[in-house]
């Protein structure tokens, strides 16, 4: 049996219908960059979020690099976050020349080691970027309550943390990215609810902020031609926001399976000694977005995999301290063990709504038939 990594094959032909008619009505209304279709679609993430403010934007990667520049990562400044991650997390801090400056991760959640965060603020620190990563929040009450003490901004990645929701020892609960000054998510294809393209979202509480970010996203522009900022061209576009309004009617539903799917795995390899899995911590509600394994064999695990035609990623190989791009920074081998130890072992399975129980069954039945 050959099991995909993800397909939205199988997602479009559930809906047709609504993503066909989606997709004309735009046509057939006329061509209209952020257009009405946009305009719901923030609509239907604030009223799911909680968020006051959603912008949307071109990606993920540009929603990060509008709100890095809002917030001021610029000229030297230092901006604390972890090198286990995407790229973007942490290159939007530089394009102003803003310093990253990196934490190491917690071994069983994979998020930035909140302890590890006040030994690093100077004088030059300004912001923290915590990673939603895979399926749980990072501390939020440690993170929030650091930048209370020392007046930092802080800027969510919830590119992949699309639902997921943080309680800790508040009264309620928060949807991941409504917490900081800014949250972003991502609609890349295979995220918890993806485009069929790119697309990103920024979300804030705060008015004077989210009339910055509308700005930034039409060059800076406070009316058409009229420059208060140097901002960007990144809109989302209005066929995709179509798409993605479609989605949220099915958001809920489709979180659900994906929790279904991740028990299913935890089910089926119960006692199978040389697989780990992330420990959820805090109270918050998880969503999965990427199940993975941790293996001292992940290497030959990866190999028997392919042989078995059985699709998986590999979040991260490589951490970002120890890219070629970031040599500047001046990180080496062994700064952060606890990230690099996770990046030689980690191994990401099948996940989405529409995948089926005996894909699970037979990608479960592979790994078992590995450790035989
Ligand atoms: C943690 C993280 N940050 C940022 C991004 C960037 O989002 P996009 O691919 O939409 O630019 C991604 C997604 O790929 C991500 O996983």
Do not use: D, N, T, V
């Given at each position: 049996m050959k099991v995909d990594f993800y397909t939205s094959k199988r997602e479009y032909n559930e809906n047709k219908k609504e993503f066909d008619d989606a997709v004309i009505n735009v046509m057939q209304a006329g061509i209209a960059t952020l257009g009405k279709e946009v305009v719901d679609f923030e609509k239907s993430i604030e009223e799911f979020t909680g968020a006051k403010h959603a912008i949307a934007v071109a990606s993920g990667t540009d929603a990060l690099i509008l709100a890095s520049d809002i917030l001021g990562f610029e000229n030297g400044k230092e901006v604390i976050t972890s090198p286990f991650t995407f790229l973007a997390s942490t290159s939007c801090i530089t394009r102003r020349g803003g310093k990253p400056v990196f934490v190491d991760i917690d071994e069983e959640t994979f998020n930035i080691d909140t302890n590890k965060i006040e030994e690093k603020i100077t004088k030059d620190t300004v912001g923290i970027v915590p990673i939603h990563l895979f399926s749980q929040m990072a501390d939020m009450d440690k993170i929030m309550g650091i930048a209370g003490k020392y007046n930092l901004r802080v800027l969510e990645d919830a590119a992949e943390a699309f639902g997921m929701q943080w309680k800790g020892t508040g009264a309620e609960y928060s949807h991941a990215g409504t917490i900081g000054d800014f949250g972003v998510f991502s609609f890349f294809p295979t995220k918890t609810i993806g485009a069929y393209g790119d697309g990103g979202m920024i979300v804030t509480n705060n008015d004077e902020l989210a009339s910055l970010a509308r700005m930034y996203r039409v060059h800076?522009?406070?009316?058409?031609?009229?420059?208060d900022y140097i901002g960007y061209n990144s809109r989302l576009d209005t066929m995709q926001a179509a798409i993605l309004q479609v989605k949220m009617k099915y958001i809920r539903e489709n979180i659900k399976k994906r929790e279904t799917v991740a028990n299913w795995y935890f089910d089926r390899l119960k006692g199978c000694e040389a697989i780990k899995f992330a420990t959820l911590k805090g109270n918050q509600n998880p969503v999965y977005y990427v199940f993975n394994i941790l293996t001292e064999k992940r290497d030959e695990l990866a190999e028997y995999l392919k042989k078995n035609q059985v699709q998986f990623s590999i979040y991260y190989p490589i951490p970002l301290h120890l890219q070629k791009c970031f040599s500047y920074l001046g990180y080496k081998k062994g700064d952060f063990p606890v990230t690099e130890s996770i990046c030689g072992k980690i191994l990401a399975l099948p996940i989405y709504p529409q995948i089926t129980e005996m894909e699970v069954d037979f990608v479960c039945e592979t790994i078992r038939n590995f450790f035989k």
């Open positions: 800076g522009a406070s009316k058409k031609y009229h420059y």
